[in-house]
């Protein structure tokens, strides 16, 4: 599943680059391994793996491989040549159980910052406590491993930052009504788009790394969500690799600032509020065990990233929208 290498990542950007550009005429394994500066039997694994994904590649005696079909899936050597700025390590396939949870194993293997593990389903996609996170194809699953030098309080508002990195992105493609719902949602008009989940590589005392987790709905596709929101809703059908490129510049770029800014969180917050859905809403914010944490009307977010709710400050909580009783 993991694509073990940037190099291997590379060359098999290669074979699909060779692939495309010969179009239906088809191009020789000899060809391939000239142009690549690899021998024929690695072509022929580099060709199976493609096949793997999901390429349809067919091989015929005398014309060599001829590419049919490529899958519309955010595999890292498609995603890799559409990066801005390309200062990241990235890994994954067409399909995982999780990857917040491989991004876990890579961070246990000495992964360094900005390892990114994508996938194009999820057999066991997590949302928060516990919680089902709906994932398939047509979705876009990312998680990072990021390792900032900062305390464990200016980590929890990082999910706040990634949030705020996923909405430029998704603007940056091309969305409009977007909104960010505290803590780390982020909506369409007719529904949730996007879903993050923080999690912590910690020993001891000491955090290791954060794992921001990412799920985004792109093309509505069979097993859909009826009330989630997708990109396709709005643009039409999307390239799941562009996409994933738009998300990881973004990502990369906004947490670049944070740790420019001391990993603070203070001089976002009125970019995070100007996007708020909630401010001014009637809300009820309750703890893990469901316990009222806090009611009223939002007033906004402060500089720690805490909601403030009538005179309350809270640092965490799920937030429903307090329907009037009639
Ligand atoms: C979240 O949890 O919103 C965090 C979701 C994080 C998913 C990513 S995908 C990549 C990485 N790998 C993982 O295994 N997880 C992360 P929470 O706030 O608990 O929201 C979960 C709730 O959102 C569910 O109970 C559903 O109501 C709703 N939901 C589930 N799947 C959805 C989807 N695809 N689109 C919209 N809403 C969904």
Redesign the pocket.
């Known amino acids: 599943m993991m694509t073990p290498d940037m190099t291997s990542m590379e060359r098999r950007a290669g074979v699909v680059q060779a692939l495309r550009k010969a179009g239906a005429v088809g191009v020789s394994g000899e060809t391939l391994a000239h142009q690549l500066g690899i021998s024929r039997a690695a072509v022929g694994k580099h060709v199976s793996a493609l096949r793997e994904c999901g390429y349809l590649i067919t091989s015929t005696p005398g014309v060599g491989y001829t590419l049919k079909r490529v899958p519309n899936l955010p595999l890292p050597f498609e995603v890799y040549p559409l990066l801005h700025e390309p200062d990241c390590d990235l890994y994954g396939g067409a399909e995982t159980g999780?990857?917040?949870d491989d991004a876990k194993a890579l961070a246990a293997q000495g992964a360094p910052d900005k390892s990114v593990v994508l996938a194009g389903r999820?057999l066991?996609?997590?949302?928060?406590?516990g919680?089902?996170?709906?994932?398939p194809e047509g979705?876009l699953?990312?998680?990072f491993v990021l390792r900032p030098q900062a305390s464990i309080a200016q980590m929890a508002s990082l999910s706040l930052i990634i949030g705020l990195g996923v909405l430029r992105a998704v603007r940056r493609l091309g969305a409009k009504d977007v909104k960010l719902k505290w803590p780390?949602?982020v909506l369409m008009p007719n529904?949730?788009l996007c879903?993050?989940?923080l999690e912590m590589v910690a020993q001891m005392e000491r955090v290791d790394a954060v794992i921001p987790?990412?799920?985004v709905?792109v093309n509505r596709s069979k097993g859909a969500?009826e009330n989630?929101a997708y990109l396709s809703d709005q643009l039409g059908e999307l390239e799941s690799a562009r996409v994933a490129a738009v998300m990881i510049d973004s990502i990369c770029g906004i947490y670049d600032e944070w740790r420019q800014e001391g990993c603070r969180f203070q001089p976002f917050a009125q970019e995070y509020v100007n996007d708020l859905s909630l401010v001014g809403d009637e809300v009820c914010v309750r703890r893990i065990d469901g316990t009222v944490e806090a009611e009223g009307v939002v007033r906004g977010i402060d500089g720690d990233g805490c909601l403030i709710v009538g005179d309350r400050h809270v640092l965490a909580g799920d937030v429903t929208l307090r329907v009037p009783e009639v």
Request: aromatic residues 6%.
């Open positions: 999780s990857t917040n999820q066991a996609g997590r949302g928060r406590l919680r089902e996170w709906v994932s979705g699953y990312l998680s780390n949602d529904g949730k879903g993050i989940l987790g990412i799920g709905n969500l989630g």
